[in-house]
């Protein structure tokens, strides 16, 4: 059974920065597609970065939507079976829910953004930023 679990959300002043985690359990860590969304109150959810792996076909391919390029940074730690991601000059609009997928046993060019590619999704983490 696939089983996912983000955390390290939490509350930040405008300007900072957080890590959320996704530790992942009950699949190889080979093949997948990994994506991090986000859900603000009274939006829909919104896709904001994802990164794939396959071998011979993607290595670490990744995506980020244009709102948060050039201060997040997703990573992924085969080891662990984790992925992170690195949120720097926080703002406002950047609170949410954040939600880790799994595209598990996956093989992707690129990392899909759409949801309904998702199997697999976690609980979620909250991540508050005051202005």
């Known amino acids: 059974e696939v089983q996912v679990a983000e955390s390290g959300g939490g509350l930040v002043q405008a300007g900072g920065s957080l890590r959320l985690s996704c530790a992942t359990s009950?699949?190889?860590?080979?093949?997948?597609?990994i994506a991090w969304f986000r859900q603000a109150p009274g939006k829909e959810r919104e896709g904001v970065s994802c990164?794939?792996?396959?071998?011979?076909?993607?290595?670490?391919?990744?995506y980020y939507a244009d709102s948060v390029k050039g201060r997040f940074t997703i990573s992924a730690d085969a080891d662990k079976n984790t992925v992170y991601l690195q949120m720097n000059s926080l703002k406002a609009e950047d609170t949410a829910v954040y939600y880790c997928?799994?595209?598990?046993?996956?093989?992707?060019?690129?990392?899909?953004?759409?949801?309904?590619?998702?199997?697999?999704w976690g609980q979620g983490t909250q991540v508050t930023v005051s202005s």
């Open positions: 990164i794939s792996s396959s071998e011979g076909v993607s290595d670490g391919s990744t």
């Open positions: 997928a799994v595209d598990a046993w996956a093989v992707w060019q690129q990392c899909p953004r759409t949801e309904d590619e998702y199997d697999y």
């Open positions: 009950g699949f190889i860590f080979d093949d997948y597609a």
